[in-house]
């Protein structure tokens, strides 16, 4: 159960974070931003260690930024799609 409760908190973090680089506004719920930011911590700790990088000595920037980085293309991804689907919805 612990793990569930730091997974949500790690994908707001970097769900939020991956929001502050995305240039513009993105019209995307907090809940999806939370999914979006576990799924890039995912991948970025998945790229991480396909590249080496996944356990430094110290704070491990490099995974963190791998983290950020998946996430912040999946809202770029993702954020079009959400609003074209709210938009098709109004009469």
Known sequence: MLNIIWA???GLVIGLLA???VPGRQAIPLWLTIVLGIVGA???NWL???FGVRHTSGIDWIRHFLQIGV????IIIVAPL???R???RSP
């Open 19 to 21: 929001k502050l680089v």
């Open 71 to 74: 996430a912040a293309v999946l």
């Open 86 to 88: 709210g938009a098709r």
């Open 48 to 50: 991480a260690t396909v």
């Open 42 to 44: 995912l991948v970025g």
């Open 8 to 10: 949500i908190i790690a």
């Open 82 to 84: 959400w609003m074209r």
